[in-house]
């Protein structure tokens, strides 16, 4: 979902910062989400996401795949605003020529 909805949001949202500012509050909103889901399997004895005895360093891999997810999500915004400008900065074909 989170490499799903950048590249609209950028296409769509005619600032870039406010498309930067709407990812970061869905990304946060789905990260939150996401976390609480997987901290109450954790809690009633699924070891999928997280192993049985967590220490700092069993956190890590977590850490950094939603870090490549959000920088990623960054970059599709990103890149869905450069589509947009580039496609409302055309100029109109003159077909009377």
Do not use: C, E, K
């Not at 500012?21 to 997987?38: D, E, I, M, P, R």
Request: aromatic share 12%; no cysteine; proline share 6%.
């Amino acid at each position: 979902m989170m490499l799903v909805l950048p590249l609209p949001i950028g296409y769509f949202v005619r600032r870039r910062v406010a498309a930067f500012v709407a990812y970061v509050a869905v990304h946060g909103f789905v990260f939150t989400f996401q976390t609480a889901v997987l901290l109450a399997a954790w809690v009633r004895g699924d070891t999928s996401a997280f192993p049985a005895n967590p220490t700092t360093a069993d956190m890590v891999p977590y850490a950094v795949v939603n870090a490549i997810i959000f920088g990623a999500g960054l970059g599709l915004v990103w890149l869905g605003h450069r589509l947009a400008t580039r496609r409302r900065d055309r100029r109109p074909v003159d077909l009377a020529a």
